[in-house]
Structures are given as C-alpha cells and as structure tokens.
C-alpha cells in the first residue's frame, strides 16, 4: 500500500526515481507483517483469556496468601524486568517499556483490592488510590514514555483527590456536626493542574519529551474541563450560598491553584506554545475563582463559558493549534444551542417553536462551520 502511494507520487511529479527508490527500500527495511503480528496477538490473547478463565473457575480453590504471593512475585518480575532491561527494551521499542510500566502499575493497583478481598477489610476508595500513587508513583514519572502512563498517573490522582473530596465530606458530617475541611478539600481537587508545569519544565530538560508533554496536555485538560463544569454548575444553580464544597473560598483556593500553574508553564516554557498554554490554564483558573457569581444566572454563566472557550481559541489561533481551535468553535456553538433553549424553553411546547429551534441550530452550525472552515490555522500547526 505504501509503495503504491509512492509510485503515484512519482508518477505525479511530486518526487524524482531517485527520491523514490530510497523510499521504496526505506520502507522495505521497515515493513512490519502486520497480518502476522495479527495472528501473534490473536494467539496471546487465547491464551490470556484461557488463564484468566481457569484462574476464575479455581478462585476460591486457592489460598488467600498464595494468591497474594503470585500478585507480588508478578509485580516483582515486572519490577525486575524494568530495572535489568529497561535500557535495551527501548533501544528495541519504547513501547515496550511503556506497556511494561503500565502493566506494572495496574498489577499495583489491583493488589490493593486483591488485599481487602482476602483480608476482608475495607476503607474509604482514596487511601488505596493514595498508597497507590505513593508506591508507583515514582516509577511512572522514571520510566514512563507516553501517553498510557501519563494518563494513568493524572487520572489515577485526580480520582484519588475527588475521592478523598467526597468520602472526607460525607465521613465528617456523620460522625459529628462540624463542617467539613472545604477549604483542604478544594486543594486536594486543584493539586492534580501542577502536572502541567512539571511537565513544562522537564519536557525540553529529558531523554523522554513525549511522556512530559503528555503530562502537560492532561493536567491542562483537566483544568480546561474543571472550569467548564464549574460554569455548567453556576446556570443550574448549584452554588453554595454559605459555607460547603463549592463556597467562593472554596472556589479562590481552586481557582488560585489554576492561576499560579498557568504562570508556571508560562514562565517554564517560555515559547510561543508555553505562553498560550499557560494563558489557557490561567483563564480556567480564573473563571473558576468566579463562577459562583454568575450563579443561576443563565446568561451570564453561558457568557463566563464562551468567553473560556473564545480564549482558548485564540491562543489555538496565535499558536497554529488547528484541532484545538476547531474544538473550541464546536463548543461555543454547542453552548449557543444550548443558551437559545434555556431562554426560550417555552417556544419549544409549540410547533412553531420548535421550526425555529431547529432552524436556529442549522445557523448555528453553518455559522460554526464557516468560521471553523475559514479562521483555522493550517494543518501545519499542531498542539504542542
């Protein structure tokens, strides 16, 4: 199939015989049979399914501690592996380490649940998900490569502190009176945004940039969409008017968190790409710092939300991000169509109505559409 695109690139004049050629042995030298690998993988996952199902037949049929052996020595090989091999295992393929670590990390986590099913204890979800994130830690941020780590790790902390959110929140209002730590819960909630400028600073300073600007991407994700649920939250009125998780020094501390990581990455990485990117974090630090004024305001929460979004394509726009620019002219207009139901909820009960509902959203779409058409950057500009 390559070689075919190559031999019509010639053929159109886009490449001499020559460039061909070395493409052509290039590609030759490089080729993987990927139908063959195909049946490899097919084969290895008949006999994964096979263990796993004779592993489940026999479940209770094994001693607890024998079973708790078998998870340790897996983890153990596993830890081997990485500190024998893990130098030659990506000069071959970095993807292999990087399966090795994630594989690694799920067997960690997993033998915290293996451990409260044989012992039969339990405790609240965050203190596993702490250990966790204590005990692998360290080995993802050493020896991750890409994205499945990355992902791995940011999301494995923001459930972590979402957790300790909710289960500190409910714990504390059954056992006493007092009001819970709102202010430490917030914290907890905005500390996983401080990926982003650890990884700004070590992405240009590592043998392994993709892996920290993965961590970056996610930590600026997660602020982005933390900010627009918060704005989602302010049109439905969720606010607290007085002291609970969502109160406005709640809020400051969270959006604070989200400022000073946008100021970070910004000074971090102070090119092009780093300056938008800490803009971006920083304007979804602010908004959420003052969502709750805009609180069961419909318009004003849909003006916070667009105004978020606007910005975040503008930065796309300076920065050449084309898919990040196009995203977010998507959700402007989604959010349009969603405004113009709010304020006209009662058009929708009649037909008429709902004729101009619908033509509204094929505006709205077209209008998106065109913009998205004719401002985006060129497929050239890629989000760093």
């Known amino acids: 199939m390559v070689t075919g695109r190559i031999a019509r690139w010639h053929e159109a004049g886009l490449i001499d015989a020559e460039t061909r050629d070395r493409l052509v042995a290039y590609e030759d030298e490089h080729s993987r049979p990927l139908a063959l690998w195909a049946v490899f993988g097919i084969g290895a996952l008949a006999i994964g399914l096979g263990l796993v199902s004779l592993v489940a037949a026999n479940w209770e049929a094994v001693p607890g501690q024998v079973r708790l052996a078998l998870h340790l020595a897996l983890i153990a090989g596993a830890f081997a592996g990485l500190w024998l091999r893990e130098d030659r295992l990506a000069a071959a393929s970095p993807w292999t380490v990087e399966a090795l670590v994630f594989v690694t990390a799920a067997l960690g986590l997993t033998f915290f649940g293996h451990l409260g099913q044989v012992y039969q204890t339990s405790a609240p979800l965050w203190e596993p998900l702490a250990g966790w994130l204590l005990l692998f830690g360290p080995l993802m941020l050493l020896t991750g490569r890409a994205w499945p780590v990355a992902a791995a790790l940011v999301g494995g902390a923001i459930w972590c502190a979402w957790e300790y959110n909710f289960a500190a929140s409910g714990l504390i209002r059954r056992a006493s009176n007092e009001e819970p730590p709102y202010l430490g819960m917030a914290l907890a909630t905005a500390l996983p945004v401080l990926f982003a400028p650890l990884g700004a600073f070590l992405r240009a300073r590592s043998a392994r940039p993709d892996f920290w600007r993965r961590l970056e991407q996610l930590a600026l994700v997660y602020a982005v969409a933390g900010a627009s649920i918060m704005a989602a939250l302010a049109s439905l009125g969720a606010f607290d008017t007085a002291d609970g998780p969502l109160d406005m020094p709640s809020q400051l501390v969270r959006g604070a968190v989200g400022l000073v990581a946008g100021v970070a990455v910004a000074v971090l990485r102070p090119g092009l ?29 849909a003006a916070l939300f667009m105004a978020l979004w606007a910005g975040i394509a503008a930065a796309a726009l300076i920065a050449g991000w084309r898919g990040v620019f196009q995203l977010a002219v998507g959700v402007i207009a989604l959010r349009l169509i969603v405004l113009s139901f709010e304020l006209a909820s009662d058009l929708l009960l009649s037909g008429f109505g709902l004729v101009l509902s619908g033509l509204l959203v094929l505006g709205i779409a077209w209008c998106a559409w065109r913009v998205s058409r004719r401002f985006a950057p060129d497929e050239a500009g890629k989000a760093e």
């Open 273 to 301: 790409s780093g300056r938008m990117s800490g803009a971006i974090m920083g304007g979804a630090g602010v908004l959420v710092a003052v969502a709750s004024v805009a609180n069961d305001i419909d318009l004003l929460a």
